[in-house]
């Protein structure tokens, strides 16, 4: 069965310092992956896909198949990016919906 | 135009009674989705719809769990006989398309409460 894992539930880090947010997943086939971020009294939003190789507020994140990971990476956190992160790798088996991580709370403080 | 909305933004209810929460998605959106976002738990898919097809009902966790998409645009999620087990808050998302790597867009989520 697909499987997402994000061991940790809360990061804690300071300004400046970087950030990485771990992500496995258990997935045979190509996946596409996700990240989605929930800031404070905000919806949940799409931050990036690895697909576009994009890097948005700074942030990137890396396909490993070896590894199967995909952390969400940023060199310099900032205070605004204290959020809830999910990370979704692929389908459920259905090929219908996402399969969320439980997330991770990243909290940055000065 | 305007994102997913959903009604109520809380629900307040007691254990055993019937609840039933609305989705507006975005106009024009072929995909709707219905999570559960609960504490600890992360985000659980519960049911997804797509144009005409039959939904995928498979994350309901009990048969208590139902939900209908009239005309291709509004859902609702029908909780009955609520238990407390059930405090959540209900996500609803909608997408240009179901298939695969296409953005999601969520609404505000409900709250509810089963006391």
């Known amino acids: 069965a697909q499987r997402v894992t994000q061991p940790e539930k809360l990061l804690s880090v300071f300004k400046g310092a970087p950030v990485e947010l771990k992500c496995n997943y258990s997935?045979?086939?190509?996946?596409?992956l996700f990240w989605y971020v929930q800031y404070s009294r905000q919806r949940l939003q799409l931050l990036l896909r690895h697909i576009s190789r994009e890097s948005i507020k700074g942030f990137t994140a890396d396909l490993n198949k070896g590894e199967t990971s995909f952390h969400l990476k940023k060199p310099f956190a900032q205070e605004e990016d204290s959020a809830m992160y999910y990370c979704a790798p692929p389908f459920n088996q259905a090929g219908t919906a996402l399969i969320f991580g439980k997330g991770t709370t990243l909290s940055v403080s000065s | 135009g305007a994102g997913v909305s959903q009604s109520p933004s809380n629900k307040v209810t007691e254990k055993g009674k019937d609840v039933e929460l609305r989705c507006d998605p975005i106009s024009g959106h072929t995909a709707l989705y219905w999570y559960r976002q609960s504490l600890g738990q992360g985000l659980e898919f519960l049911i997804y719809?797509?144009?005409?097809?039959?939904?995928?009902k498979s994350g309901l966790p009990s048969d208590r769990f139902s939900a209908e998409r009239t005309g291709g645009s509004v859902s609702t999620l029908t909780i009955q006989r609520t238990q407390q087990e059930d405090s959540a808050v209900y996500l609803c998302?909608?997408?240009?398309?179901?298939?695969?790597?296409?953005?999601?867009?969520f609404g505000p989520g409900t709250r509810l409460t089963v006391t």
């Open positions: 998302a909608s997408s240009s398309s179901g298939t695969r790597s296409y953005e999601q867009y």
């Open positions: 997935y045979s086939g190509s996946p596409e």
């Open positions: 719809f797509q144009g005409n097809s039959a939904p995928d």
